[in-house]
């Protein structure tokens, strides 16, 4: 008995957390979400759509949607390339390769933008070759694109590379030993097997690739219209004293990063859900 007495939590300690732990998601996540909105609805909703008319504006909504258009289905490619070549295969290097995918991570998003200034500018180690051809990476669409598949690129492989260690290879071999091949085998097989994980990784590109800032700022060199993502712009407008429009451009970004969370959250339940009927 004194043992359960002395194990029982204080009655005060319960209630003390969720009130503390209420006030920091009220503080820090529910109030700017609701000033963000509140701000761009201050002059009307016929005000706030009318925002969106603006041409520069929705330039850079639509290049924000190809940058992810274009991101995601290339680093879930390389992504599961990546994990399957780490998790079926052993060969040298392969803890260097595992260290590698972990670098966009490591370094700061404007670290990244440099290597690809350093790479592809005027003064760069192909800036020189690139001018001769008459093509163009930094300051344009290229460069921007380049620089948000370098930031986003690990996520996909992040995400498959701990579940295909945990699944192991013996579905697979089982598979080639009955006479399967190595694309029916990865369709068949493995592609089922991870394809919650999968499509998760895929939702957390999107929504880095969505909001990605600091590469995207370095590279694109903030010509109006042309190479200013949603993020940037964001910036551009309110350094203008344009907070209605900026508030309005943020809420759409909001919206679109509330909807990859609600996306997420249903997943992570469907594949909860999954598991226990497994088990």
């Given at each position: ?274 598991r226990k009927i497994k088990n």
């Amino acid at each position: 008995m004194r043992t359960a007495k002395l194990n029982r939590e204080p009655r005060w300690l319960k209630p003390t957390l969720m009130t503390v732990a209420l006030t920091f998601l009220a503080v820090f996540i529910f109030l700017p979400v609701y000033t963000i909105f509140h701000e761009a609805l201050a002059a009307g909703v016929f005000a706030y759509f009318g925002y969106f008319r603006d041409p520069e504006i929705f330039s850079a909504i639509k290049l924000t949607l190809l940058t992810a258009l274009i991101c995601v289905p290339v680093n879930t490619f390389f992504g599961v390339l990546t994990a399957w070549c780490v998790t079926k295969f052993e060969f040298r290097g392969k803890n260097v390769l595992i260290t590698m995918i972990e670098i966009p991570f490591a370094i700061s998003p404007v670290i990244a933008g440099l290597l690809f200034i350093f790479l592809f500018g005027s003064f760069g180690w192909v800036g020189s070759w690139l001018i001769e051809h008459n093509l163009k990476i930094v300051f344009a669409v290229p460069g921007i694109v380049l620089a948000t598949a370098f930031v986003t690129f690990p996520f996909v492989a992040r995400e498959l590379i701990p579940l295909m260690q945990e699944l192991g290879k013996d579905d697979e071999e089982a598979a080639m030993t009955l006479g399967a091949g190595g694309l029916q085998t990865f369709f068949r097989v493995t592609l089922p097997n991870i394809k919650w994980g999968l499509l998760y990784g895929v939702i957390l590109t999107n929504a880095r690739a969505i909001g990605e800032f600091g590469a995207v700022a370095v590279v694109s060199g903030l010509i109006r219209g042309v190479t200013t993502t949603m993020p940037l712009y964001i910036e551009i407008l309110y350094n203008e004293y344009m907070f209605s429009a900026a508030f309005a451009v943020a809420s759409l970004l909001t919206l679109l990063a509330l909807v990859t969370l609600t996306v997420k959250a249903i997943l992570e339940r469907f594949i909860a859900a999954q598991r226990k009927i497994k088990n």
